[in-house]
Structures are given as structure tokens and as C-alpha cells.
């Protein structure tokens, strides 16, 4: 009797509404490559800005760096990395919103998953807090100038908590998730991710550590409810949430809440009409009749 080979077919990517049309494949090896290229390209964009900062008498020297400087920074991190998976994408086919899962989602199921995410995310955290005392400062808010009065406590409140969701879900699960799943199963490709998302908000050396299996469970529960909902918009609206909600401790003494209890009912808002209103994601087909 001959022996019977059984070869492994690959993953299929994130699921799709029925009848959607399938995006781009990726290469996996474009996720890696996507951040070293928006790393380089944050690299090249800090050294610009900081030319420009002192030519016009900036001090930006290591810890010095203003909060309006450290704005634009992170204004220009974010466009580096989202024009790189723009970039590569290309190198694929002619990149469309959807392939980076700006693309609409049944809204009950959508905030079913949100909710299911969120709430798994802030109980295992709770119980990790109990067991594992983490006692890390961020300073997020007094490097944004959130500290620094009212304009400045908006401003920073919306890179966190408008800026950052959306940035961050565009490139880390509309991009770099979904070009691993086209080689990995869900499993690895949002453990992967996840590591990632944890050591790129990771700020300091020493008990910091703590932080970061939190912070990357938080990265493979944002990859699971994409892979449920094919949409970053739930994703994105989780995002806000965790932000809002940590905006509104870490700015406690500035009144961050205050902050936080406007932005994120309009990114809950527009997370649920921006797919309905601007969506480029090809109709579902009809089923054929007989």
C-alpha cells in the first residue's frame, strides 16, 4: 500500500462577510518589513523635525523635547508607519480602505465581540494585577503637555485617545496581522502581533517589564475580534475605550476625565458611521436563485 500524503494547506486569511471579495495576500514577510520601514521612516522624519526645531531655536535636547515637538513626532511616526503598509501594499495590488479592514461589520455582532474583548481583557488584567504588584509610571500625558492647561490637556487627549487608536489599528492589525495571517495561523499571527504592540508602548527598563503581558494580551484580543468582525472599526473603538479610560487615571489631577467623556463617544460614533458613509469594500454578491 502506498503511503498517503497529507499536505497542509495554508491558513485562510481573516474571515470575510459572505460572498466578499478576498483582499490582497500579503507576503508575511511584509509585516517585519513594514516596521523596519516605519521605523526608518519615523528615524528620518525626527531628524527633519529636529532640524527645523532648531533652526527656529528649539531646545531638543535627550528629555528637553517640547510637548509641541513631541506631538508633531508622533504625528509623523504614525504617518511613516501608515504610508509604509500603503507602500508595500501597493507592491501587491492597488491598495483600497478594505484591504485594511476599513470595511463595514454587522453593527450587534460587531459590539457583541467589542464588548466579549474588552471585558476578557479587563478581567485577566485585574487578575494579573492581583498577583503580580506592577508599579510602573507613564508619562505619556506630561510628554504630550497635557499637564501644561486646557489646550494642551485636549490636544493630548486626542493623540491618545482619537489618534493613536486609529493609526495603531491601521498599520498593527489592518496591516501587519493580516500579511502574518496569510503564513500563520490566528494563534501565532496575533501572539506575534501582540508582542510587538506590547514592547512598542513599552517606556522603561526594570519592574516596567510588568507591564508588558497585559499590554500584549490587549494586542491578541484586538487581532481575535478583527479576525470575528473582518473590520478594525470594533477594533478601533476598543482602542479608544482602553485609552479613554487610562487618559482619564493618568490625567486625573488635570481633569483628563473631562477629556475623555467627549472624545470617546465621538470615536464610538464615528467607528460606527465612517463604514457606512465611506466604504470602498466591494458588495456582497447575491446568491443565485433558481
Known amino acids: 500500500m502506498e503511503p498517503t500524503i497529507v499536505t497542509q494547506l495554508p491558513p485562510d486569511p481573516p474571515e470575510l462577510p459572505a460572498g466578499a471579495e478576498r483582499a490582497p495576500a500579503w507576503p508575511a514577510w511584509f509585516a517585519l518589513a513594514g516596521f523596519l520601514m516605519g521605523l526608518a521612516g519615523t528615524l528620518l522624519l525626527g531628524l527633519v523635525l529636529g532640524v527645523v526645531a532648531t533652526v527656529f531655536g528649539a531646545d531638543i535636547g535627550a528629555g528637553d523635547a517640547s510637548p509641541a515637538i513631541v506631538v508633531v513626532g508622533t504625528v509623523a511616526q504614525g504617518l511613516a508607519f501608515a504610508a509604509t503598509a500603503v507602500f508595500l501594499a501597493s507592491r501587491v495590488a492597488r491598495p483600497k480602505r478594505w484591504h485594511f479592514g476599513l470595511r463595514p461589520t454587522s453593527l450587534w455582532p460587531g459590539l457583541g465581540w467589542a464588548a466579549l474583548g474588552v471585558l476578557t481583557f479587563y478581567i485577566v488584567s485585574a487578575a494579573y494585577a492581583a498577583i503580580v504588584k506592577v508599579d510602573a509610571e507613564q508619562d505619556t500625558v506630561q510628554q504630550l503637555g497635557g499637564d501644561r492647561g486646557t ?3 485636549i490636544v493630548a487627549g486626542v493623540m491618545v485617545i482619537v489618534v493613536a487608536p486609529i493609526v495603531e489599528e491601521f498599520f498593527f492589525r489592518g496591516f501587519f496581522y493580516r500579511a502574518l495571517r496569510n ?34 494580551l490587549l494586542g491578541v ?9 473582518g473590520s478594525i472599526y470594533p477594533v478601533i473603538g476598543m482602542h479608544a475605550l482602553n485609552n479613554a479610560l487610562a487618559y482619564a487615571v493618568l490625567a486625573e489631577d488635570q481633569g483628563g476625565w473631562q477629556v475623555s467623556v467627549v472624545a470617546f463617544p465621538v470615536m464610538v460614533a464615528a467607528c460606527v458611521l465612517a463604514p457606512r458613509l465611506f466604504s470602498d469594500a466591494p458588495a456582497r454578491r447575491r446568491p443565485a436563485t433558481a
Open 151 to 153: 489646550l494642551g490637556l
Open 183 to 216: 503564513r500563520f495561523s490566528i494563534a501565532v499571527a496575533a501572539i506575534l502581533d501582540g508582542l510587538l504592540f506590547g514592547l512598542v508602548h513599552f517606556q522603561g527598563l526594570g519592574e516596567d517589564l510588568l507591564i508588558l503581558p497585559p499590554l500584549a
Open 221 to 229: 484580543i484586538f487581532c481575535l475580534v478583527f479576525e470575528k468582525t
